[in-house]
């Protein structure tokens, strides 16, 4: 049994790619999402299939746990993990430091790194908007979960340099998500739009400059151009969390970046610009909720 801890946009697509190949998936998922789910998954884009998924509410005992998750529900979701044997738990999510707070509620947890592309089109709804791969750590741990997913529809590699990959996307995110979030826009206009890519060019020199304080070596302004060319049509998951009026993940993306920036002694404005931004347009949002819900709605 492969299950879905967190059958959002990316956890729904990789969890009905994994069944297409003919693996027993279980999707955890809860609100509307849930229900929908427990009606069917419906997956557009480079595919097109509608699936009877089983969807429930509580994660349950399984050989191997696809981890999908927001980074900020990490700790909360990791709790209930606790609760049942979930195998591998595999997590692809965004951001850095995510597998640390993993770690301390399950016994196998495994940091890989995704490029596939997913929108939640609907509630039940997927778009599958972009082919990726999955890349794991080339260890015992890696190995086995490789193992595991080897007959699945879904691009594998095990890698021996899982960390920079992490950062990489980190770095790469901390360019895409913003300004697609604040701007509004799809990932191909950051490099259509000259002025987006102005803004692009400083975050991505940052984010270069930590990498190499750190001891990697990466062109982050060429790896930005070729993610967004490669994602051009894509909604980034920031953009889409700021459309539902819903918190981002750019406190694990940018703000860790800003944090370490700092740690170093390194120029961060770029990043503490874009990030300021997002953080008062989620503010924004969640004052606008309350208001709402405080709203009599008797004359």
């Not at 789910?37 to 349950?60: F, M, N, W, Y």
């Not at 994602?231 to 944090?259: F, H, P, W």
Request: proline fraction near 1%; aromatic fraction near 6%; charged fraction near 25%.
């Amino acid at each position: 049994m492969i299950q879905i801890m967190g059958a959002g946009a990316l956890g729904s697509l990789l969890g009905a790619l994994i069944q297409l190949s003919g693996y027993d998936v279980v999707f955890v998922a809860r609100g509307k999402q849930l229900e929908a789910l427990k009606k069917g998954l419906v997956v557009s884009g480079l595919i097109k299939a509608e699936l009877k998924v089983k969807a429930v509410e509580k994660p349950c005992n399984a050989e191997l746990t696809l981890f999908t998750v927001k980074a900020y529900e990490t700790e909360e979701a990791g709790k209930v993990l606790s609760k049942v044997d979930p195998g591998i738990v595999l997590t692809v999510q965004n951001g850095i430091g995510v597998e640390n707070i993993l770690r301390k509620y399950v016994k196998k947890s495994l940091r890989g790194v995704t490029s596939y592309g997913a929108n939640l089109l609907d509630f039940g709804h997927v778009v599958y908007a972009g082919e990726g791969s999955i890349y794991l750590p080339n260890t015992e741990l890696g190995r086995e979960a490789f193992r595991i997913l080897k007959d699945s529809k879904l691009n594998m590699e095990l890698v021996n340099d899982i960390e920079f990959r992490i950062w990489a996307k980190a770095v790469v995110n901390s360019v895409i998500n913003p300004l697609t979030a604040i701007c509004r826009v799809r990932n191909g206009r950051i490099v259509e739009n000259e002025h987006i890519w102005s803004l692009a060019l400083q975050i991505a020199k940052e984010g270069e400059e930590l990498m190499r304080k750190i001891g990697y070596e990466i062109d982050a302004v060429s790896e930005v151009r070729r993610v967004t060319l490669l994602t051009a049509k894509n909604r980034s998951s920031m953009l889409q969390d700021l459309e539902k009026g819903e918190r981002t993940e750019i406190d694990y993306i940018n703000r860790v970046i800003i944090e370490k920036c700092k740690e170093l002694g390194l120029n961060c404005s770029a990043n503490e610009f874009v990030y300021k931004i997002v953080k008062g347009i989620e503010n924004e949002l969640s004052l606008c909720s309350d208001n709402l819900g405080n709203t009599d709605s008797g004359a």
